[in-house]
């Protein structure tokens, strides 16, 4: 966690572009998936979020000022939970898992959509590149280096620097929904993955944790995050999710004849 740190030392101008092109993708990120727990909710008869305005993609409505620092220092924030009033859906549980699934069901989808357009825009790097050579040494790439990286790689190459920065910030924010999908699915309160569980498993007549244990499942989770065991976890499954795009992205370069 306190890698970002000793990086932007060792590395001060990497980092600021790296923080320039990452963290408009991440707030976006973040506002998308409370917009998707508000419109669900909105959906269910609950307008409590739209009442409060916290209906809406604007990250300056999400986004909590301790979360937002600690995103820039650290790499790890958070934004401010939409607030629900249970009481006014029309099914009590079913609504709610309905209203917990949708923000990582937004991240999921705004995951699916970036790797669809970055590979588009691979696509046409690839079409437009004026080295005969691309077609052969691709694959080439793809074997020794990550997929994403080779694809960023091109893009610069055939569009310029601009479009490898425009690229770039289009990847953090797919890798960001990603990570947003599966760390807030973890079945530990006030997660959205613990309302999972509970409506589909443990069914208890509370929806939401008692507060008590709420707080020291709180406090267990950011210990979790500070010590990088749930980095690690992360890492290892966005890895192999990550790892499995850029295969079928391979493969669909190779389907439509861009590459051998």
């Known amino acids: 966690m306190f890698s970002y740190i000793q990086e932007f030392f060792r590395d001060p101008k990497g980092m600021l572009i790296f923080f320039l092109l990452a963290f408009p993708g991440r707030i976006l990120a973040l506002s998308l998936h409370e917009f998707g727990h508000a419109w669900v909710a909105h959906r ?15 990250p300056l409505k999400h986004l909590d000022p301790l979360g937002t620092v600690l995103m820039l220092v650290v790499g790890f924030g958070w934004a401010k ?6 009481r006014n859906y029309r099914n009590y549980r079913k609504d709610d898992l309905k209203v917990s699934v949708a923000g990582v069901s ?8 970036g790797n669809l357009l970055m590979l588009a825009f691979l696509a046409l790097a690839i079409a437009r590149s004026k080295d005969d050579m691309t077609a052969s040494y691709l694959p080439l790439l793809f074997q020794r280096y990550d997929y994403f990286n080779v694809a960023i ?18 990847y953090y924010f797919t890798v960001t929904n990603l990570v947003l999908c599966v760390f807030n ?6 997660l959205d993955g613990y309302h999972v569980l509970n409506d589909l498993v443990l ?42 795009a850029g295969s079928l992205a391979i493969s669909a370069l190779r389907a439509m004849g861009l590459i051998a």
């Open 203 to 244: 069914r208890r007549r509370q929806l939401f944790a008692n507060p008590q244990v709420a707080r020291y499942a709180s406090t267990a989770l950011f210990v979790l995050v500070l010590t990088g065991v749930v980095g690690r976890v992360l890492g290892w499954v966005d890895g192999k999710i990550l790892s499995a």
């Open 81 to 86: 939970p939409v607030p629900v009033n249970p």
């Open 153 to 170: 790689y091109q893009v610069e190459q055939t569009f310029g620097e601009i479009a490898g920065y425009l690229f770039q910030m289009l």
């Open 44 to 58: 269910c008869g609950d307008d409590t979020a739209k009442m409060m305005g916290r209906m809406t993609v604007n």
């Open 106 to 113: 937004m991240n999921l989808i705004m995951f699916c959509l």
């Open 185 to 190: 699915l973890l079945p530990i309160p006030p």
